[in-house]
């Protein structure tokens, strides 16, 4: 099993819609939470981290929920630039080991206009 | 967008061959990573570095050497390429620690024949 799961998709929505992705992860002792966002070809970058009591971003929202161990992104009046993919990152401990950061593959995101 | 360089950007190579593949910041940020991008998986740890000469093995280390002698650079060094090794590397810096924000180079597309 793997240790932070997403649905692959790909989730292909109309401009305006509103789209939510979660993601599962194994550890029970993880303690920082992200998603990323990736275009086609280019980097990782941050797009938000996510809080016990659940952030947001304009159009995003994050939301962590320990006890069933998922965390959520919801994005809202969805644009043509919002396409892309969107990585959950999970770290396991608080003393900074590189080796607990843990990478979903990714949620395909292609908003159609 | 973090001063991050990654070099070369695109390289084609024969099994059994050395490759090095460089990783060159501007921030001053202490920790930087190597990573390997693959259909399916996500972004793996192959090795980090928390300081110069302080190097340690992430998840995907085997046939893989890091060096890094200034705090700018980070080499990747592949000692005897194989066509398993075919993949996008990603360079990553993060100031403090591993569960700070990691900001990616551009990556680069490495194929082994």
């Known amino acids: 099993r793997k240790e932070v799961e997403q649905d692959p998709g790909p989730f292909n929505v109309p401009e305006g819609a509103t789209v939510a992705f979660n993601c599962t992860y194994s550890?029970?002792?993880?303690?920082?939470f992200f998603w990323y966002r990736q275009d086609c070809r280019k980097e990782p970058k941050l797009l938000m981290s996510v809080y016990s009591s659940g952030n947001e971003d304009g159009r995003f929202t994050a939301q962590l929920n320990r006890a069933s161990q998922y965390i959520s992104l919801l994005i809202r009046d969805s644009k043509l630039s919002d396409s892309a993919t969107y990585l959950c990152?999970?770290?396991?401990?608080?003393?900074?080991?590189?080796?607990?950061?843990?990478f979903g593959s990714g949620t395909q995101l292609t908003v159609l206009p | 967008d973090a001063g991050i360089t990654q070099s070369p950007r695109h390289k084609v190579t024969e099994t059994g061959t050395p490759v090095t593949l460089r990783c060159h910041q501007t921030e001053n940020h202490r920790y930087m990573y190597w990573y390997r991008q693959d259909p399916g998986h996500g972004l793996r740890l192959i090795h980090y570095?928390?300081?110069?000469?302080?190097?340690d093995k992430g998840e995907v280390s085997d046939g893989y050497s890091v060096s890094r002698s200034k705090t700018e650079d980070f080499l990747l060094t592949l000692e005897s390429a194989t066509s398993s090794q075919t993949s996008v590397y990603f360079c990553?810096?993060?100031?403090?620690?591993?569960?700070?924000?990691?900001?990616f180079g551009p990556g680069t597309r490495l194929t082994v024949l």
């Open positions: 990553a810096i993060s100031l403090r620690a591993s569960t700070d924000t990691q900001y």
């Open positions: 990152v999970v770290t396991e401990g608080s003393s900074g080991s590189a080796r607990q950061l843990t």
């Open positions: 550890n029970s002792a993880s303690q920082s």
């Open positions: 570095s928390y300081g110069v000469k302080d190097t």
